[in-house]
């Protein structure tokens, strides 16, 4: 199977695949819904992700007891607490892991057998649900889940001190790498001496949790690890502040108080190359992404003024800061979002109409960059930019108090999921009262079911020759055909004449920026027999996608997952029924890229390309 695309057909196959986002970007989304979860006590929200349900696994750290929306009591001062809710929002189990002290949850993913993988630290030793003990003051303390929530294991990485995880991924080995800060020397499951006070530190385990190998990383002074990701070549981004200057693994002098500190390994380790980016100030890198053109983008807050790195002058206090890096670590952009107050951004995301989100909190009332007025002390803060970090839109969400933000994450429906957790009652943008101290609490944005449009008159060409496709959709909207997820050029008209065979669609935008994309219509041919068609959506897609397929016969199909040089990435054996079959595959291990989908079934191969954008 040839699998060499050049970079100009790379962009156009990327280009057609945007199917309904390219106008979604002109204006904010309306809300849909917002949920709270907690119980009597502290319930603090760190990581959230949609799963190949649709739904979405949210979790963080508990100090409550049986209550409220919590199920099971407190193992000791805080433990892990990972809730599962459906599409709506509405809650389907929660889980609490946790040992006899401290134990903090930053980061959780779904794995690829659809279960979860979660990432923290621990203080507590053997007790509860951890089977191992302390190595130090705390340590990473990784838990593998089934799709139910049901441990599967547990694993402790940790020297004689301070070791705190922030990060982790599946990858695409079935392994996992885990990343966090450690104040340790020479010890108990790291092989390398410290540089400073903490240093970044790196830890690849394989698919059952045993380490294959460690790695630190840092300077003569402090350098604290916040995020990371797998690269497309196989190696990983690592990302934090450093304060220390020229020394150990850190190649640039420090601008300011803070800066950013980004740091490219290889496959086993290996340091590539370290890039520093800052002002006179306090600069803090939060979350980094690579980006589809091979590059990075690194986002934070700063309270530095035009110095060193940084172009364009604050708003106030601290506002948010993002930095647009080439493949090398090469400067491209840099981009200031705040108003008159502080602003402190904690996530962002490559979006798929190549632009970017930028989630976080802020204080600001209106004025600088900042278009809607607090709602209480600390709200929610998006603001969308394009792909040359120019802003289209911004939006606060909050209530009458304190309500702090830690995730954002595009959804398979072109909409955006919020999370962190609020002190709030009813008030502002808050639907439900709080349960306790503060809550779980998430944002769901898109577009409202109300504005889906119909698509009707499939026909069989063998008896017509070509088939009219005819949309119903009121004047005056926007709208495109599709064929097998892909734009159909110039089809614009309502009704579309199609001369092949194969499944259409056709998204209709409408005034508020929204769009909804029909069912299906399938064009059969050869006098009645319907061919075997297949498609993925989203395409684009973070990695949770459905596969339907259109099968003559009944049987066991294979379907497999090639990168664009040909490595296969991923398999599975389905069984389809005659007729419409439908799958879910989650692919959110892999990384950025075009993929092309194969399903086998008997001698028939069917194809087709697909995105992936994180």
């Known amino acids: 199977m040839k699998k060499n695309y050049s970079l100009k057909h790379a962009a156009l196959i990327l280009l057609q695949c945007l199917l309904s986002t390219a106008l979604l970007a002109q204006a904010p989304l309306p809300k849909q819904w917002d949920k709270r979860f907690g119980g009597s ?13 649709g739904g979405y696994i949210l979790g963080g750290r508990s100090a409550s007891g049986i209550s409220g929306d919590k199920t099971e009591d407190s193992r000791g001062k805080h433990d892990y607490w990972v809730i ?57 303390w990784i838990v593998k889940i089934d799709a139910s929530g049901v441990k599967q294991w547990d694993k402790r990485f940790g020297g004689s001190n301070d070791d705190k995880l922030y990060s982790l991924q599946q990858t695409t080995d ?9 104040a340790s020397g020479i010890s108990g499951d790291k092989t390398q001496d410290n540089r400073g006070d903490d240093d970044y530190w790196v830890v690849k385990i394989d698919a059952n949790g045993e380490k294959q190998w460690d790695k630190r990383f840092g300077g003569s002074s402090d350098d604290y690890f916040s995020s990371l990701q797998q690269t497309t070549d196989g190696g ?26 980004t740091v490219k390994i290889d496959g086993n380790g290996i340091k590539q190359w370290d890039r520093r980016f800052g002002g006179s100030g306090s600069d803090w890198l939060n979350s980094l992404q690579q980006t589809t053109d091979g590059g990075y983008i690194l986002g934070g807050f700063s309270s530095s003024g035009i110095s060193g790195d940084k172009t ?35 996530s962002l995301q ?50 009458s108090d304190d309500d702090f933000f830690y995730s954002v994450q595009q959804t398979s429906d072109a909409g955006y999921i919020l999370g962190g957790f609020s002190k709030s009652g009813i008030s502002g943008d808050k639907t439900e009262d709080n349960r306790g101290d503060f809550d779980y609490w998430i944002v769901k944005l898109g577009c409202p079911p109300s504005a889906k449009v119909a698509a009707k008159n499939g026909r069989d060409l063998c008896q017509t020759g070509s088939v009219k496709l005819v949309a119903d959709a009121s004047p005056g909207v926007k709208f495109q055909w599709l064929k097998e997820g892909y734009k159909i050029p110039g089809a614009t008209k309502r009704t579309y004449t199609a001369t092949d065979t194969g499944r259409y669609r056709v998204v209709v935008y409408t005034s508020r920026g929204c769009s909804q994309v029909s069912d299906v219509i399938t064009v059969i041919n050869s006098c009645g027999k319907i061919a075997n068609t297949l ?24 379907l497999h997952v090639y990168d664009k040089t040909g490595k296969l990435m991923f398999s599975k054996t389905e069984h389809a029924i005659k007729g419409s079959n439908n799958y879910q595959l989650n692919l959110s291990n892999l990384i950025n890229g075009i993929y092309n989908l194969q399903l086998k079934n008997g001698s028939e191969n069917n194809e087709v390309k697909f995105v992936i954008e994180k």
């Open 41 to 53: 006590d502290l319930d603090n929200l760190y990581s959230l992700q949609q799963t190949m349900d």
């Open 84 to 140: 599962k809710i459906d599409a709506n929002g509405i809650k389907q189990w929660d889980k609490r892991f946790g040992g006899d002290s401290y134990d903090a949850l930053y980061s959780l993913q779904q794995t690829t057998d659809g279960g979860y993988i979660l990432g923290g630290y621990s203080y507590s030793g053997i007790s509860g649900d951890k089977s191992q003990p302390s190595q130090g003051s705390s340590d990473y």
């Open 174 to 182: 079935g392994g996992y790498i885990l990343g966090g800060y450690s």
């Open 236 to 261: 990983y981004i690592l990302g934090g502040l450093s304060t220390s200057g020229i020394s150990g693994d850190k190649t640039q002098n420090s601008r300011g108080n803070r800066d950013y500190w």
């Open 312 to 346: 364009e002058d604050r708003q106030g206090a601290t506002d948010y800061w993002a930095v647009k890096i080439a493949a090398n670590g090469i400067k491209q952009w840099d981009k200031r979002f705040g108003g008159d107050s502080y602003d402190a951004l904690y």
């Open 350 to 399: 490559q979006t798929t109409d190549g632009g970017y989100i930028l989630g976080g909190r802020s204080t600001s009332g209106i004025g600088g960059d900042k278009s809607e007025a607090s709602r209480g002390n600390w709200d929610l803060w998006i603001v969308k930019t394009d792909a040359d970090g120019i802003k289209q839109w911004d939006k606060r969400f909050g209530g």
């Open 535 to 558: 498609l993925i959506s989203p395409n684009p897609s973070y990695g949770i996608v459905t596969v339907t397929y259109n099968s003559n016969t009944a049987g066991n199909v294979q």
